[in-house]
């Protein structure tokens, strides 16, 4: 059983950071993706950063240089930390795991960033 937890949101203001964790049990040696994704109030849930078994990272253009996506294998935790954060990063935060080629998604956490 494959298990998705995510943490760290909560509200900043425009230009802080957060760091969020995403801790990933069960399977761990299947673990071939995890993805941050982000879904604000009437908006589609997008792709924010992801991450390989091999280490390389795609980011979203709208965060790119300013959000860093991360694992720790011993672990098992994929973090994103968010620096200068703005109004508009405001939603909540999905961690999205890919094992054995099925997805598996935590409950969220949200990220509240006022002006």
């Known amino acids: 059983q494959v298990q998705v937890m995510e943490s760290g949101g909560g509200l900043v203001q425009a230009g802080g950071s957060l760091r969020l964790s995403c801790a990933v049990s069960?399977?761990?040696?299947?673990?071939?993706?995890v993805a941050w994704h982000r879904q604000a109030p009437g908006k589609q849930r997008e792709l924010v950063a992801s991450?390989?078994?091999?280490?390389?990272?795609n980011y979203a253009d709208s965060v790119k240089d300013r959000f860093a996506i991360s694992r720790d294998y011993a672990k098992n935790t994929v973090y994103l930390q968010m620096n200068n954060l703005k109004p508009e990063d405001t939603a909540a935060y999905y961690c999205?795991?890919?094992?054995?080629?099925?997805?598996?998604w935590g409950q969220g956490t949200q990220v509240t960033v006022s002006s």
């Open positions: 991450i390989v078994g091999g280490g390389t990272t």
């Open positions: 999205r795991s890919v094992v054995g080629g099925i997805d598996f």
């Open positions: 069960g399977r761990r040696s299947s673990i071939n993706v």
